[in-house]
């Protein structure tokens, strides 16, 4: 069975690295990366993955975010191009995590009447007082119990499918439709998503100033589409993003608070991960 993820990554220098090693170590054979115009070292390091024979780089200069159109070209490259058996659509703070065994585990048990796995994503928080010198995953130890965003909606879960060379992944990646063959969704929920959209203000921000812009300049999606984005870049634009993340941020009465009635959790699985590749 062959593996590959699919990553739209832009301006991901603190976070890309952990993210690729990360998921090889839990069976990913191959990455089709595509990377819209980044402008820090995500192209250095993405460098270093395609010399290793690990990794298929397209360079989208296009800034629009087009997402659907640049994942389903990937995900149908991984099939046609990378033989790939399994497609797991991808974004540079998102970590797959194996509720059992690893990625390569779960996608190798699946019975052959299933074609697409939906994976829910839980939000790690930024913490008050964190150092944001040090790695993200040092910084973020507490979980929601319940992810919502910023317009107060639950997060949608993300997708993997069968690898067809007529998939369509949607905008966000949430779903994925087929032209020839009907979707039919694993329920079991074997894998999580762990999240880490809020690593620092000065990351938070450019995300959002960026994506938000590129979103205004698309005119093919509907308005309704990248609302959280698009109201985020509304906040940016009335210079009410920092409270927003400041109000994100928790303190220690808010943890202890949160863990005490349920709305928090401690959880230091990719922190403990990553301690032991030190």
Same mark, same amino acid.
């Given at each position: 069975?062959?593996?590959?993820?699919?990553?739209l990554? @832009?301006?991901?220098e603190d976070? *890309?690295?952990?993210?690729l090693?990360?998921h090889?170590?839990?069976?990913?054979?191959?990455?089709?990366i595509?990377?819209?115009?980044? =402008?820090?070292?995500?192209?250095?390091? %993405? #460098?270093?993955?395609?010399?290793?024979?690990?990794?298929?780089v *397209?360079?989208?200069?296009?800034?629009?975010?087009s997402?659907?159109?640049?994942?389903?070209?990937?995900?149908?490259?991984?099939a046609?191009?990378?033989?790939?058996?399994?497609?797991?659509?991808?974004?540079?703070?998102?970590?797959?995590?194996?509720?059992?065994?690893? $990625? #390569?585990?779960?996608?190798?048990?699946?019975?052959?009447?299933?074609?697409?796995?939906?994976?829910?994503?839980?939000?790690?928080?930024p913490? /008050?007082?964190?150092?944001?010198n040090?790695?993200?995953?040092? #910084?973020?130890c507490?979980?929601?119990?319940?992810?919502?965003?910023?317009? =107060?909606? *639950? $997060?949608?879960?993300k997708t993997?499918?069968r690898?067809?060379?007529?998939?369509?992944?949607?905008?966000?990646?949430?779903?994925v439709?087929?032209?020839?063959?009907?979707?039919?969704? %694993?329920?079991?929920?074997?894998?999580v998503?762990?999240?880490?959209?809020? #690593?620092?203000?000065?990351?938070?921000?450019?995300?959002?100033?960026?994506? =938000?812009?590129?979103?205004?300049r698309?005119?093919?999606?509907?308005?309704?589409?990248?609302i959280t984005?698009?109201?985020l870049?509304?906040?940016?634009?009335?210079?009410r993003?920092?409270?927003? &993340?400041? /109000?994100e941020?928790?303190?220690?009465?808010?943890?202890?608070?949160?863990?005490?009635?349920?709305? &928090?959790?401690?959880?230091? @699985?990719?922190?403990?991960y990553?301690?032991?590749?030190?």
């Amino acid at each position: 069975m062959k593996l590959v993820m699919t990553l739209l990554v @832009r301006n991901e220098e603190d976070i *890309i690295e952990a993210n690729l090693d990360f998921h090889l170590s839990q069976g990913v054979d191959f990455f089709v990366i595509t990377d819209n115009a980044s =402008g820090d070292k995500t192209p250095d390091i %993405l #460098r270093k993955y395609v010399l290793a024979g690990k990794a298929h780089v *397209i360079n989208e200069p296009q800034d629009d975010y087009s997402q659907d159109l640049w994942v389903t070209r990937m995900a149908r490259m991984a099939a046609v191009e990378y033989g790939a058996d399994w497609v797991i659509n991808n974004d540079a703070d998102e970590f797959w995590w194996p509720k059992a065994g690893s $990625l #390569r585990d779960v996608f190798s048990s699946i019975g052959d009447e299933f074609n697409v796995v939906e994976a829910h994503r839980y939000n790690f928080p930024p913490l /008050k007082g964190s150092n944001n010198n040090t790695p993200f995953w040092q #910084r973020s130890c507490i979980r929601e119990v319940v992810s919502k965003n910023a317009v =107060g909606n *639950i $997060l949608p879960p993300k997708t993997a499918h069968r690898a067809f060379s007529d998939a369509s992944v949607a905008q966000g990646n949430h779903s994925v439709s087929f032209a020839q063959t009907s979707v039919k969704i %694993l329920n079991s929920n074997p894998i999580v998503i762990f999240h880490y959209p809020m #690593r620092s203000y000065e990351q938070f921000e450019s995300k959002i100033k960026l994506g =938000g812009a590129a979103y205004e300049r698309n005119t093919r999606l509907s308005p309704q589409v990248g609302i959280t984005w698009r109201s985020l870049y509304e906040d940016y634009k009335q210079n009410r993003l920092v409270g927003y &993340y400041s /109000k994100e941020e928790l303190t220690d009465d808010q943890i202890i608070s949160g863990i005490d009635n349920g709305i &928090y959790v401690r959880d230091i @699985r990719l922190c403990e991960y990553f301690t032991t590749q030190i």
